[in-house]
């Protein structure tokens, strides 16, 4: 053997044993000796208090899932008892989180570059207790005290495992106190047991409503089996879904209860979690189920969530019940309207870490608001610069009264008041005086349509075929188009409010078309006899923030054709309308008049009402009205001017006057009328005003032959006759 050669083996060897030493007081070493070391770097690492007041071992092994010169680097498998992470000096507890054991591998080679590289780590006893300040403060925050900068050490910890713990969450800027507890169910409860089947298993075989009631009722009789037997912290790993397309969700491990306060609200609730979360894996998911009640409202879903650790997506079968919907601004941050009370439940897929804001989509869902049913989806986007709300519903039956708050709620029957006991209307006043809130309408944008079967706003007046498209940009509200059936004949209404500008600016134009009489007076017996129907048109614009103040202001014009109708003073009385009745007997007596036509072309002005035409052609006479109507101060200055066809006695009536205020109209007889005013008049030559715009509404009722109006508005085209001059032949 040479010397070199002796040399090469010589040192060879005493590396061999310089390693072998290594391993051996690596393997042998006191590890507790370190922890001054560790928990003083630790705390400066994170600028904030850290212990580790127990046992610290390590054990080294090679990672299984490594391949080539990695596979043969070992990693630490760390140990730690009675570890403790302290809060800022302003936070009112001592410690932010306490371990009774922490027990994960970690990668050795990225610490050099500050990362710490955890595969999976389970905590057992865990309890954390989180705190921000109205100021944003939070104690979750690591901040370095020299710098204020964040630390530049990144954890990287793929899953989490764990145990019983506790948890108190307290956010001043949310209004919350809550304190949550796990504790371990004993016995998994399979995942499809509670939830149902996946959705990619549902999307290949649709499962029935009796198989999930099923379902349900197995896990409830196996629950308290489960309940019953040791704590299991395992869980088993990824399973592959009957689809084929990812990891099945895992078993239900761990049951949570939690109390508390959440924005000023009563918080209570419990439910079930699984016992690994996956924080980097954007595929696996982790089991979700919760009862929840917050104020009058309750939640219960049951799902997955994947990628929590950056709030990557849900996936749940969604619950929600309430007093009102209004309550859930609060808790989403969604404007909706006072409702009664209401009850959905449906599928909630979100994903919330898209790029232009999360986005919850509330798929096929079913609802009762009052007594009205609600189908469809709704898709809300948390986008800039507001968030967004859009779908489409559909109905078989919605009540008015549950449609109220939409349009505006009426106070109540008996009382006047609104629901808090809160006045509606301004005394005094009958057009609805309740303010739009068009603050929370900047809030959010929409695009909402809904149509509804059938429609109840009054039960023998029924409305069908509704159809809704609403819009909402940026506080600016529009219905278009806004249309339904009614009496035989349809409405087709467009709405537009701008509550973005103050005061609110509006503008709507509706369109009536074939309304049968005696549908429109279903109660009123002699109206089953009438053939005809009411046709009109209204455009009008108005600012102000409620109906009152967009009608007293309005600028416009409204025109209204009626034809084959009939005339009483029961009508009067069952439609409320004492000056009515009053107006009618002192026109026609007690007996039944038929009405040939009546007609109106009215224009406003700043809320003030004039008529261009004004009549009624009845079977013996001629009645014209005259005057006008304010809005804005619900004031009335009326003329009713009979004028009679042929020698009757009703020719010797009086004209009559409506004067007074909408809530308390006063009708009386005109002492002295001005002759002047039916001087010369000649049937309806009086009347100059053109009609064309009246005669448009003629051809939507059966047909001009039939209709009564038609021959009445040429008639009113006509220029008046002179009369013949009285005196001498040839002007003698």
Known sequence: MTRTKKVLIGLGGTLVVLVAALVLVVALFDWNQLKPTINERVSAAIGRPFAI??????????????TGWRSWVPWPRIAMEDVAIGNPDWAEDPHMATLQRAEFSLSPLPL????????????????????????????????????????????????????????????????????AQIDPLG????????????ADAQQQQPESKAGKQKEQAQAGAREPDAQAGQPEAKTEGP???????????????????????????????EGKIGGMLAMRDTTLPFPLQADVSVGDTRIALAGTLTDP????????????????????????GVTLPDTPRYATDGRLVARLREPGGAVFHYRDFNGKVGASDLHGDLTFTAGAPRPKLAGKLNSRLLRMR????????????????????????????????????????????????????????????????????LVMDNGLLTLDPLRFGMAGGSIDTKLRLDGGRTPMAGKAEIAARGLRLKQLFPKVESMQRALGQLNGNAALTGTGNSVAALLGSASGDTRLLINDGVISRALMEIAGLNVGNYVVSKLFGDEEVKINCGAADLQMQRGVMTPRVFVFDTENALVQIEGNANFKDETLDLDITPRSKGVRVFSLRSPLYVRGTFGDPQAGVQVL?????????????????PVASLLALVAPSAGAEENQCAKLLQEMRQPPKAPPAKGRAGGK
Not at 136 to 165: C, H, Y
């Open 309 to 332: 650790a950056n709030l990557g997506a849900l996936d749940l079968r969604l619950e929600l019940s309430g007093a009102t919907m209004s309550d859930l601004y609060p808790l989403t």
């Open 239 to 269: 399973r592959q879904s009957a689809a084929g397309q990812g990891a099945a969700p895992p078993d239900y491990v761990f049951g949570w209860r939690v109390k508390g306060r959440y924005k000023g609200l009563p918080l209570r609730g």
């Open 402 to 469: 549950d449609l109220g708050p939409l349009v505006g709620v009426q106070p109540d029957a008996k009382t006047g008041k609104a629901a808090g006991g809160k006045p509606r209307q301004a005394s005094g006043k009958v057009l609805p005086t309740q303010e739009f809130r068009t603050d929370r309408w900047r809030v959010m944008d929409a695009d909402v349509t809904l149509t509804a079967d059938r429609i109840i706003y009054d039960e023998d007046l029924p409305i069908t075929k509704f159809d809704v498209h």
């Open 187 to 198: 016995k998994p409860i399979p995942f499809a047991a509670i939830a149902g089947k996946p």
């Open 112 to 179: 050099l570059a500050r990362r710490v590289m955890i595969r999976q780590i389970q905590l057992t006893g865990p309890a954390a207790s989180l705190q921000r300040l109205k100021d944003g403060r939070a104690n979750w925050v690591f901040t370095l005290p020299e710098s204020g900068e964040p630390s530049p050490w990144v954890m990287d910890i793929d899953k989490i495992g764990f145990d019983q713990g506790k948890v108190r969450f307290r956010d001043e800027t949310l209004r919350a106190d809550v304190e």
């Open 53 to 66: 007041n127990g046992e610290l071992t390590v054990q080294w092994r090679r990672p299984a899932d490594e």
């Open 673 to 689: 009328p001005l002759a002047a005013r039916g001087a010369g008049a000649v049937a309806l030559g009086v009347l100059l005003t």
